[in-house]
């Protein structure tokens, strides 16, 4: 069965199905059936305020759930949620420092950006934002995402009727293409994860044997991949390490850099953002990278009275 036909079956309840799918989480692409059913709404196949509310109502449904399970977990669900995410590094550390930045009033955009919804309101929950602030600002930002796909499914109803009268023709199969695309780019992303985790298996290092190794090694250098965010609840600082931030390690490493030992650092789920950096040294050419283990016990073993004590003798 082709969309068409799906949204012919399924109506408005599977508009607000798959919206509210896709916002609980799952890895289902809720525009494009949101895009139709604004075409065939304005065709005359469904009633455009119908769509609209349904897509809106199950926006608000799902980030509610979200606020709720962030307000009560904290960012220890951000770990979980992360770990499941496609992308780990940008769920982390883009969402920490645009949440830093913009607060409440990201959750109007959140849902436009790819990584970004699924982690946008618990992070606000976690950090305290004020549940009425929370409202009127996510329902702005259900009501653009949802209004801008009908509205678009509107507007250019001749071409998207044209397109699912062409998807209908072929029947199943585009579904199938649609699904083939989708698989590709779960795989390639998975891929990318599997090389990140077997490159942190690598190279990885402990806390301990970091302060081994800061004692033997006067040339070693710790760079800090936590997100502002993160530094700015915990402004601790490893020894001897370098801030990345926003800039590009070639920015921040000495020009000797390729000749010294690197050990990569965050306290983010998994060192996604730590492993990412590592893989983006070894391809520059940096040889000795390391990426530390143990995200915020690394940080209270290596930032201790013993070890400071222990490194000062």
């Known amino acids: 069965m082709d969309l068409a036909g799906l949204l012919a079956w399924g109506g408005v309840p599977l508009v607000f199905a798959a919206v509210l799918l896709e916002q609980g989480g799952l890895p289902l692409p809720a525009a494009p059936v949101v895009i ?3 075409a065939l709404a304005s065709a005359g196949d469904m009633r455009p305020e119908q769509v609209l ?19 009560r977990h904290g960012r220890r669900v951000l770990g979980r949620v992360c ?8 769920c982390v550390r883009q969402t920490d420092d645009l949440i830093a930045r913009h607060g409440a009033a990201l959750l109007v955009v959140a849902k436009f950006i790819p990584g970004l919804s699924a982690v946008a309101i618990p992070t606000a929950a976690a950090m305290g934002v004020p549940y009425r602030r ?13 209004g801008l796909y009908v509205g678009a499914g509107m507007i250019f109803s001749h071409e998207i009727n ?25 795989g390639v992303k998975i891929a990318h994860r599997h090389r990140l985790r077997r490159l942190h298996r690598l190279v990885r290092i402990t806390a301990a044997e970091t302060a081994s190794a800061l004692e033997r090694d006067a040339g070693l250098l710790i760079v800090d991949a936590r997100s502002g965010l993160a530094r700015e609840r915990d402004p601790r600082s490893l020894p001897r390490s ?16 390729r000749e010294r030992t690197i050990v990569t650092f965050c306290t983010c789920p998994s060192e996604a953002s730590a ?21 915020e016990e690394a940080l209270d073993y290596l930032t201790s009275a013993a070890y400071t004590s222990r490194g000062s003798g």
Do not use: K, N
Request: glycine fraction near 10%.
């Open 36 to 38: 139709a059913a604004g």
């Open 53 to 71: 509310l349904a897509s809106i109502v199950a926006c608000i449904i799902a980030d509610h759930a979200w606020f709720l399970v962030g307000r």
């Open 134 to 146: 929370f409202v009127i600002f996510d329902a702005a930002g259900c009501a653009a995402w949802s």
């Open 83 to 90: 770990r499941l995410s496609l992308s780990p590094d940008a």
């Open 242 to 257: 370098v801030v990345l931030g926003d800039r590009l390690p070639g920015e921040v490493l000495p020009a000797d850099a």
């Open 162 to 186: 044209r397109l699912l009268e062409w998807t209908s023709a072929i029947g199943g199969w585009s579904l199938g293409l649609a699904a083939a695309l989708v698989a590709a780019y779960v």
């Open 275 to 295: 492993a990412l950096l590592a893989e983006q040294l070894i391809r520059a050419g940096y040889s000795r990278v390391r990426v530390l283990t143990g995200g």
